[in-house]
């Protein structure tokens, strides 16, 4: 199994960044799944999650209404849309596969995952 995230960087509040995560090594369009961050001194917590098929999606309170998980079967990729980019939203972000919507622990070991800074 490999996760390859890209799209993070440096950007200044109320910013936009699109994250992309492409899968391989399982059957993606079978798995549900999610993108979780790590900010420096903290644990990792779950953001965003989505189903295998309907595409049905769920989101941590501090990010909903700014943040957009969607995925693409055909191309075995996960994305995160992030607007209204705020400082606490600075973090190393990575994707991975949950068992189900309810579920945050994660099946696959991790990727190297994408910096998100933002700062002005």
Do not use: H
């Amino acid at each position: 199994v490999q996760l390859v995230e890209s799209g993070g960087g440096l950007v200044q509040p109320g910013g936009s960044l699109r994250l992309s995560c492409v899968a391989s090594g399982f059957t993606f369009r079978n798995y549900v799944m999610s993108w979780y961050r790590q900010a420096p001194g903290k644990e990792r917590e779950l953001v965003a999650t989505i189903s295998s098929a309907e595409g049905s999606t769920n989101y941590a309170g501090v990010v909903k209404g700014r943040f957009t998980i969607s995925r693409d079967n055909a191309e075995n990729t996960v994305f995160l849309q992030m607007n209204s980019l705020k400082p606490e939203d600075t973090a190393v972000y990575s994707c991975n596969a949950v068992a189900n919507v309810n579920q945050s622990s994660n099946l696959f070991a991790w990727g190297q995952g994408t910096q998100v800074t933002v700062s002005s």
